[in-house]
Structure formats: structure tokens, C-alpha cells
């Protein structure tokens, strides 16, 4: 069992930027792969990027390639999500979660965060 809390959103104007963490409690955080997801009003869940249990593999949606950038402390049980270059399309409830795939899908992850409000102002 996994309990996931994201911290860090927050309402920022575009161009700016932010880092997301994802605080994990459970004996076995460093054997999950961790995917962050958002959700903006009226739209379906998106994926945004997932890093691999040991860091060393990350995937992103091309919506947010070269701009946000994910890893992962293994010792602090805590991954991250740094933004830069926000845009008013990256409004959106960002939500991180811990599965066995380095996916774009949710069928891949099986514990969830509540989620972070992130709000880009232009």
C-alpha cells in the first residue's frame, strides 16, 4: 500500500514555473514506477510524464517535452515535477501516481494522489 501527497501548485503567470512533489508514505516506494496525470475542467485525465523506480528511464507527453521535467529521491520517498515555461493551457489538477510501468495510461498505475491545483494566468 502506497499514500501519495502532492504539494506545490499554485497560480503563476505564464512563462513562469513551479516543482510539484509527489510525498510518498509505504515500505515500498523505490519499487514503483511514478507517472504524474492532469486533469483540467470538463476534459479527461492526460498524462504528463513517468519516471522509472530507479530514475533512470522518464517519458513525456509531447504537449509538455523539453519543458517539464520529472524525478525522483528514492532516500526522501518523493518525486517531483518541475515546470518552466508555463503556458494557460498547463492549467490543471496535477496528480502523481505509483504503478509498475513507465506508461501513459492509468490502467498502469494503481495508487493516486488527491492532486494539486496548477493555474497559469496570461
Known amino acids: 500500500q502506497v499514500a501519495l501527497v502532492e504539494s506545490g501548485g499554485g497560480l503563476v503567470q505564464a512563462g513562469g514555473s513551479l516543482r510539484l512533489s509527489c510525498a510518498a508514505s509505504?515500505?515500498?516506494?523505490?519499487?514503483?514506477?511514478m507517472g504524474w496525470f492532469r486533469q483540467a475542467p470538463g476534459k479527461e485525465r492526460e498524462f504528463v510524464g513517468a519516471?522509472?523506480?530507479?530514475?533512470?528511464?522518464?517519458r513525456y507527453a509531447d504537449s509538455v517535452k523539453g519543458r517539464f521535467t520529472i524525478s525522483r529521491d528514492n532516500a526522501k520517498n518523493t518525486v517531483y515535477l518541475q515546470m518552466n515555461s508555463l503556458k494557460p493551457e498547463d492549467t490543471a489538477v496535477y496528480s502523481c501516481?505509483?504503478?509498475?510501468?513507465?506508461?501513459?495510461?492509468?490502467?498502469?498505475?494503481?495508487?493516486w494522489g488527491q492532486g494539486t491545483q496548477v493555474t497559469v494566468s496570461s
Open positions: 509505504g515500505r515500498f516506494f523505490s519499487s514503483y514506477d
Open positions: 519516471i522509472s523506480w530507479s530514475g533512470g528511464t522518464t
Open positions: 501516481a505509483a504503478g509498475t510501468a513507465v506508461a501513459g495510461t492509468t490502467r498502469a498505475y494503481h495508487y
